[in-house]
């Protein structure tokens, strides 16, 4: 079975300097690695993905995340957060296609980290 | 613009009805998911259809039921067998392997 651990509730931060939200990952075979950001009442909008290849990944609004595989990771990081910033962060996972089995590509979501960041 | 229409945005209903969750999509993905949001629990799959007139149970699929007789549909019936229903419930769509796009979101209260 694959799962997703974001160990932090919340993460605060101050405007201006750099960000880091976490996540580790467990799931068989080479991992596909989303995060989403969520804004209240709304749905989750995709910001980056890893599929295959260099290990940073670059996403939307300046967000990037570093592929770990030793630690089995893939933090969230942006190198000055804004205030604007400040939202719910998802981490999801799902294993590669299993097509001979007719598996399917269901990603499993964290818990969320809530990321506030102070003026 | 392509996207995925969650319809209402808020749905009161009182306890023991059942409620009907709408959801479009016009992205031509094949695959559609419903989520379930609660405070500190992440989101959990209820149900999801990789192909018209099929669907497979999610994690908490009981009190739930779905259809997906069109590509472009995939509504939600929550019912009076669900015992917590109130919850912020989430529609998605996918390519076969890609990236899971979300709409906007229905908020249910049952009082």
């Known amino acids: 079975a694959q799962s997703v651990a974001q160990p932090e509730d919340q993460v605060n931060v101050a405007e201006g300097n750099p960000l880091t939200v976490k996540c580790t990952y467990s799931?068989?075979?080479?991992?596909?690695l989303f995060w989403y950001v969520q804004y209240p009442n709304r749905g989750l909008q995709f910001l980056l993905k890893?599929?295959?290849?260099?290990?940073l990944v670059k996403g939307s609004y300046g967000f990037e995340a570093e592929f770990n595989k030793s630690q089995t990771s893939f933090h969230l990081k942006k190198p000055s957060a804004l205030v604007s910033d400040s939202a719910l962060y998802f981490c999801?996972?799902?294993?590669?296609?299993?097509?001979?089995?007719?598996?399917?590509?269901?990603?499993?979501f964290g818990r969320g980290t809530s990321l506030i960041v102070h003026p | 613009d392509g996207g995925i229409t969650q319809s209402p945005k808020y749905l009161f209903r009182k306890e023991g009805q059942n409620v009907t969750l709408s959801c479009e999509q016009n992205?031509?993905?094949?695959?559609m998911y419903w989520y379930r949001q609660d405070p500190g629990q992440g989101l959990r799959l209820i149900y999801y259809?990789?192909?018209?007139?099929?669907?497979q149970k999610g994690d908490i699929a009981e009190g739930y039921s779905v259809s997906r007789e069109k590509k472009e549909s995939f509504p939600l019936t929550v019912t009076s067998a669900q015992k917590n229903p109130t919850a912020f419930y989430l529609c998605?769509?996918?390519?076969?392997?890609?990236?899971?796009?979300f709409g906007n979101g229905t908020r249910l209260t049952v009082t």
């Open positions: 992205l031509n993905h094949d695959a």
């Open positions: 799931v068989s075979g080479n991992p596909y």
């Open positions: 999801a996972v799902r294993g590669p296609p299993l097509r001979a089995s007719g598996g399917s590509y269901i990603p499993t």
């Open positions: 259809s990789q192909i018209v007139n099929d669907f």
């Open positions: 998605a769509s996918s390519m076969e392997g890609t990236t899971v796009h």
């Open positions: 890893y599929i295959t290849g260099d290990n």
